[in-house]
């Protein structure tokens, strides 16, 4: 079961260059140990949503608060540091470095954690590849060959990898099967259910229905900018989410009621 809440964010707003707003008054919350799926078409506001609470979008408003206290750190770095993480969608322009090896991607975010004076202690550092190595079954014969050389799936498992060194409380992950192929998927979504049960709390975007409603213990839906359903799981239905995805285009869009619930 879902612990007490461990994050929250509240009336997020992002501005459009060209007017309007990308993010449009987003409220929402998110328990330890449960899974938010965040389903909505291209277009829907999903990513730069994400982008707001990691503190990639500068002229963004809104709170966010971590265990109850406000994120008041505008920058990713520091955001980072508060227990954020972030899977983003392109793993390959955003999320690896390619010419790195794997051992050097996923230490990259959290080489702070290794750091002894002016020396990183190369023995602690190769000890958290390994355990992750394992963890996550990234099939790779030696963690010293360059990340480009694994395939889809394993480089997804290297980038959340390199999230969950940094010790995150809510991790982001945004389309985290996108273009990978079913094996690979299962390991993510096995990783994503065993992550939850340790107690992380895990916000996932997606486009793709079948997935949210396999994964997720409640299901938001988003719709040009707009939040414009909330589901629990045991509620939820494909109609009631798809006609929630079209709400948010219509000059009147509002939230749409939970399965069961008057508007």
């Known amino acids: 079961q879902p612990g007490a809440e461990i994050f929250r964010a509240e009336e997020i707003c992002l501005p459009r260059v060209t007017g309007g707003l990308a993010v449009d008054h987003v409220s929402l919350a998110l328990r330890a140990g449960e899974i938010l799926g965040i389903y909505g078409l291209m277009g829907a506001g999903r990513s730069e949503l994400f982008d707001c609470i990691m503190g990639r979008h500068g002229h963004a408003s809104g709170k966010i608060f971590i265990a109850g206290k406000q994120v008041k750190e505008r920058d990713t770095t520091r955001r980072i540091q508060r227990g954020l993480a972030l899977i983003p969608e392109d793993r390959q322009r955003e999320g690896l470095v390619s010419i790195l090896s794997v051992a050097s991607n996923l230490t990259l975010a959290s080489l702070s954690r290794f750091v002894r004076l002016f020396h990183i202690r190369g023995g602690a550092e190769r000890q958290a590849v390994v355990q992750m190595v394992r963890e996550l079954a990234i099939k790779v014969a030696d963690p010293a060959q360059e990340v480009s050389s694994l395939s889809g799936g394993n480089q997804q498992k290297v980038v959340i990898g390199k999230a969950l060194l940094t010790g995150p409380k809510v991790l982001l992950m945004d389309e985290p099967s996108r273009g990978i192929d079913v094996g690979a998927k ?78």
């Open 186 to 263: 299962a390991d993510v979504f096995r990783t994503m259910r065993k992550l939850s049960r340790d107690g992380l709390g895990i916000l996932f975007a997606t486009s793709d229905l079948d997935e949210v409603m396999a994964l997720s213990d409640r299901i938001a839906v988003m719709s040009n900018g707009r939040l414009t359903g909330m589901f629990d799981r045991a509620e939820a239905t494909e109609a009631a989410i798809v006609a929630a995805s079209a709400l948010g285009h219509g000059p009147t869009a509002q939230l749409a009621p939970a399965h069961g619930e008057q508007r």
